[in-house]
């Protein structure tokens, strides 16, 4: 089962748990998450077939515009639990100009991360639903585990603006109960119809 809960500074609170084991084909990440898993472990497949185990006590890391293959496993008392984070763009935006690491950033998934970084994501955990605690603050706390997951080398890179399927996905997400018309997309998009459709093709996708 999965909680969401309140939404602050543009970082929201998910949970994840399962009595039995799943697994979810062709998932698309349509924000940025950052997890802790607690109890099992999580099996992540990309599209070009890298697999990624994420062991209970590591963190993974997925990137707005993935689409994947996702198996949450049970533990040997029967419990899959993962918490984290749903992440905004422009709040990874945002920690990217503060949060320069130099040299190229590798493309780590999940891992083990340093006992300080677990620390950070606890502070940010406990403060998202207290109303005490200003977005500034929540954002600050945020900005501490992009450090750190930086420094572990992994590439907070934003999907980029002009990829057309993100931002035609982008669009129809905000409008479901909307029927949506190819033509009205691309005038929404700013662009022609034949346009887009020639731009989707080269993505290896249609309308």
Not at 6 to 18: C, S
Not at 94 to 100: L, N
Not at 146 to 156: D, F, N
Request: hydrophobic letters at 40%; charged letters at 25%.
């Amino acid at each position: 089962m999965i909680h969401p809960t309140q939404t602050k500074a543009q970082i929201e609170y998910l949970e994840v748990r399962q009595s039995s084991s799943a697994t979810y084909q062709q998932l698309h990440t349509s924000h940025f998450l950052l997890l802790r898993n607690c109890s099992g472990e999580k099996v992540i497949i990309d599209e070009a077939g890298e697999k990624t185990r994420v062991r209970s006590g590591e963190f993974a890391y997925l990137r707005r515009g993935e689409r994947l293959t996702v198996s949450n496993l049970v533990d040997d008392q029967g419990l899959y639990w993962a918490e984290g984070f749903i992440i905004n763009e422009a709040a990874i935006f945002e920690c990217r100009k503060d949060a320069q690491i130099e040299g190229p950033a590798r493309t780590s998934r999940a891992g083990a991360m340093h006992e300080e970084f677990n620390h950070a994501f606890s502070r940010l955990v406990a403060a998202l639903p207290t109303s005490a605690v200003s977005d500034r603050i929540l954002l600050h706390r945020f900005k501490e585990l992009t450090i750190w997951m930086q420094e572990a080398g992994v590439a907070l890179e934003p999907t980029s603006p002009s990829a057309v399927t993100a931002r035609l996905r982008d669009l129809l997400e905000d409008a479901l109960e909307r029927t949506w018309r190819s033509e009205d997309a691309a005038q929404a998009l700013g662009l022609s119809e034949s346009t887009l459709r020639r731009k989707l093709s080269k993505e290896n996708t249609s309308f």
